[in-house]
């Protein structure tokens, strides 16, 4: 029989053992290994036998051990300093902490979290780089409070069937055996929150705590009593369901997360956030929250809307328009209409923020998250320089007329949590032989001065770690696909510890291209079966599940990985979770990535290979592009200009193979008299010394908190002080402005000053004449730009120069005169255009506004000598 309900009984530990509870329910644990050792030492038959759980350990261990250790002098000792240490952690103060002007709280929000394998509330990259963003800001004092929401089903697990297909299970997960705790009021009845929805039914959710170190993490929860079936099965799974019950989800995460914010700090005394990142667009409907509460306190929604942007940031994480969030407008409509509107918010300006620019027939018939929350944060980045600028390329319509790179989306590279992902025995290394850049993160060129006999003794015992576990994952993977131990013999020799070991480990879209390395299978299996030089492949990826293209590839791979000649050098191994993944990263000495380039955003898992020995071979693409510098890795050519992609896999496949064969082996396997790959060595230390500063997590921190969080701070403070009212007269001037823009033209424009012959050097005087209407000179900056010309007479990197307004006549024609330096030889031309300007604007494009001559006027072309 099957129990219709299953719920975890925590053990009761002795009074001696109390701290015991408070160091289980941190999950600093998750990156602290002295924690994690005080756990091995309650039980260590329990704690391998609960996969490193701690919360399972105290619902597994014998009360009989317990009160043997209560008595256990020596371990309670250690409880006591670890305690001492949690909570000197939690209270002391940090980096952030020296800081001015900083926000005194920031709002996180995020669809998922990766934090650690036993709190499995992530799929991918997006959750991973969550989870190492909270776990960096607690290290640096970063004041986070992040809001997702607790999935009872998580993800999924993955098996294979007999035919290796992707299997999926979804096993059911219990609050009361996560490292969770309920928020409560201060009565003790649970902290509930709700919201409305359509029929008119009412969605309830509860709010769980997860403690990431100094971070509080707030999970929200449908599966309360309070909601029907339908309600109660809103936080069944992540990324599951249609999209009506996709929308309700992002609706509790958005509206919900704010409220549930809004409760955890009147319970607990936390400052309330001044600043709101949106990370991905799963959660932009928070600033939708946001501007109720400011129109119901007597804001008008142009007046909150300005407020509301000041202080939100919005991080996009896809550079192609199908991995975004769109619904039907009528769903929108149907949600925030009829008898379950806001009677303070109209319905119609809702659907306004989420109307995509360039809708293809005229129609706006789709409702489109990101280009909300595009259009509800005033400081919008991508997560590396190449992904920036495709997104400003994708996003483009929402700022029609100004330049792709004047369209303000920036971007800030993302980072990995090293203690997170870096072997135990690289970090204590690095404490033992770099204690300065343990401590203050500096000193990266020491790296150098490590003999290479230390580093790659440690590189050799993470490949042998590697190995180890991946036979036994290999053995029970193909127990489950139903071979008996007597076909098995061969897993326990399956791959080597000796021989060069790479990773390829990811989701599993068509763009990641996880089979291109079976382009030429004839070829790979030279490489792996080589006498001298042999490779192996350790390989792993989930594909979401409705996505049978994703399945057909790994299912592809896994045949392969099957056949009786390559099975020991090239293995598929099941469920990639965090905990898969860290194995990987440490244990592979080449990193493969093979995107579709410009495809891939950021990626990390090849940052988090590289801090720990690894090199990487890869497509520049995400934050390689960014950071390769020809000697910490290997570039995999790419054929960008080949439309067939039939002949561009071709192409760059039999690029990678190259590579490995004449470059990675070749190096590898070239050896000192001592043993030693010298040249090998050379590249893990200098791959070191050049990333290591650069891939941190806290580098990452430390650049949203000085570019994004304390600017969005200063300038949300700026526009709600004295009753909001620089918000309200900077919501009447954008009014005024874009009502008036119409009128604004470049009438006329003549230059002089450089003769027939301009020289580099000179400088060209310019006299404009705009048409400002309704507008002053005030109200808008007159600017030339100038620069380079292309074939069509485009500007190529134009520099801007404001001109200055000589005089205002009575018609509203300003005359502005300024001038030019011809800094660049060449085809050379400028014009003239009129743009809003605001002191509380962030960016000159921010209105979408721009007035340019209806005809080219002024260009001059020659060569400047």
């Keep these: 029989m099957r129990a219709i309900r299953r719920f975890t009984v925590r053990t009761v530990l002795p009074p001696e053992l109390a701290p015991l509870g408070e160091l289980v329910h ?105 989870g190492d963003h909270l776990k960096a800001a607690s290290d640096l004092g970063v004041p986070i409070l992040a809001v997702g929401l607790l999935y009872r089903h998580g993800y999924f697990s993955q098996s294979l069937s007999p035919e290796g297909w992707q299997l999926e299970h979804y096993p059911s997960l219990d609050p009361g055996g996560l490292p969770l705790t309920l928020l409560k009021n201060r009565d003790g009845s649970p902290a509930r929150i709700r919201i409305g929805l359509p029929g008119p039914r009412t969605l309830h959710a509860q709010i769980w705590v997860a403690q990431v170190g100094r971070v509080p993490l707030l999970l929200l929860d449908s599966d309360v009593a309070e909601n029907d079936t339908a309600g109660r099965d809103v936080t069944d799974r992540l990324y599951g369901g249609g999209g009506d019950h996709r929308l309700v989800q992002e609706l509790l995460l958005g509206i919900g997360g704010v409220r549930a914010l809004r409760a955890y700090c009147r319970i607990t005394g936390h400052p309330e956030p001044e600043v709101f990142h949106t990370n991905e667009g799963h959660a932009g409907f928070l600033g939708l929250e946001r501007i109720r509460e400011l129109t119901e306190a007597r804001l008008s929604f142009e007046e909150a809307l300005e407020a509301v942007r000041a202080g939100t940031v919005f991080t996009t994480h896809t550079p192609v328009p199908a991995g975004i969030d769109r619904f039907p407008m009528e769903m929108i409509a149907r949600q925030f209409g009829g008898a379950n509107a806001w009677p303070t918010v109209n319905v119609e300006r809702i659907l306004e923020l989420g109307a995509e620019p360039d809708a293809a027939d005229g129609e706006k018939t789709v409702f489109n998250m990101a280009v909300m929350g595009m259009r509800l944060a005033q400081r919008v980045n991508g997560v590396s320089l190449l992904h920036g600028k495709v997104s400003r390329e994708m996003f483009h319509g929402l700022w029609p007329g100004f330049d792709i790179d004047e369209i303000p989306i920036g971007s800030i590279t993302n980072g990995v949590h090293a203690p997170t992902w870096v072997g135990r025995e690289m970090m204590e290394l690095a404490d033992r032989e770099l204690p300065e850049l343990v401590e203050t993160g500096r000193g990266w060129d020491a790296v150098q001065k490590i003999p290479d006999q230390e580093l790659w003794a440690i590189r050799g015992k993470l490949r042998a770690g590697l190995v180890t576990e991946a036979r036994k994952r290999i053995r029970s993977s193909w127990r489950e696909r139903g071979a008996s131990d007597a076909e098995l013999g061969w897993a326990d020799e399956a791959l080597d510890p000796e021989v060069l070991t790479m990773g390829f480990a990811r989701r599993v879209p068509s763009y990641k291209r996880l089979t291109l390395m079976l382009r030429d299978p004839d070829r790979l299996r030279a490489l792996l079966l080589d006498p001298e030089r042999p490779v192996q492949i350790v390989i792993a990826g989930k594909a979401h599940p409705a996505d049978e293209g994703g399945k057909k590839l790994i299912q592809q791979i896994v045949k392969f990985a099957d056949e009786e000649d390559v099975r020991h050098r090239i293995v598929f191994l099941p469920d990639y979770d965090m905990a898969l993944g860290r194995l990987m990263v440490t244990g592979c000495d080449v990193w493969m990535n093979n995107p579709l380039r410009p495809l891939e ?43 067939d992609p039939e002949r561009r896999d071709e192409l760059e496949a039999a690029a990678l193979y190259d590579l490995i064969e004449r470059e990675v082996a070749d190096r590898f396997y070239d050896r000192a008299a ?9 590249m893990v230390k200098h791959t070191l010394t050049s990333l290591g500063p650069k891939v941190l997590a806290g580098r990452m921190l430390h650049d949203y908190v000085g570019d994004l969080y304390t600017p969005a701070a200063v300038s949300a403070r700026t526009l709600s002080a004295d009753g909001y009212r620089d918000a309200k007269a900077f919501a009447a001037w954008k009014l005024r402005v874009t009502r008036a823009w119409p009128g604004v033209r470049v009438e006329h424009v003549e230059a ?9 050097g000179a400088t060209l005087e310019l ?33 801007y120069v404001t001109l200055t307004v000589e005089s205002m006549g009575d018609d509203g024609r300003a ?3 300024g001038t030019l330096p011809l800094d660049r030889t060449g085809a050379f031309g400028y014009t003239v255009r009129v743009v809003p300007d605001h002191p509380l604007m962030a960016s000159p494009a921010e209105l979408g506004l721009i007035a340019v001559p209806e005809e080219p006027v002024g260009m001059t072309t020659g060569t400047f000598r």
């Excluded at 001592?674 to 050379?682: A, H, I, K, N, T």
């Excluded at 002089?752 to 580099?760: A, F, Q, R, V």
């Design 601 to 643: 955003a950021c990626g990390t898992s090849g940052m988090k290979a590289a801090l720990n020995g690894g090199l990487n071979l890869s497509i520049r693409d995400g934050w390689w592009e960014e950071w390769y510098d020809g000697n910490n890795g290997w570039a995999i050519p790419t054929a960008d200009g080949v439309a």
């Design 815 to 817: 005359h502005c005169i």
């Design 674 to 682: 001592d043993g030693l790959p010298r040249r090998w060595m050379e």
């Design 26 to 130: 941190n999950l600093r644990w998750s990156w602290h290994p002295e924690t994690t050792d005080l756990f091995a030492e309650v039980d260590p038959e329990t704690w391998e036998r609960v996969g490193h759980d701690p919360v399972a350990l105290l619902g597994a261990v014998e009360a009989d051990r317990l009160r043997a250790l209560a008595q256990d002098r020596r371990f309670l000792r250690r409880l006591a300093d670890a305690a001492d240490d949690l909570r000197d952690y939690m209270t002391a103060p940090r980096w952030y902490q020296s800081l001015e002007g900083a926000p005194a709280a920031v709002g996180y929000f995020s669809p998922e979290y990766g934090i650690a394998a036993a709190l499995p509330q992530y799929s991918g990259g997006l959750g991973i780089l969550a």
């Design 752 to 760: 002089s000053g450089i003769g027939d012959t301009p020289e580099l």
């Design 767 to 799: 006299r404009a004449t705009v048409a400002l209407g309704e507008l002053s000179p005030d109200d808008v900056r007159v600017q030339a730009a100038y620069g380079r010309v292309g074939a069509h007479d485009e500007l190529i990197d134009p520099g």
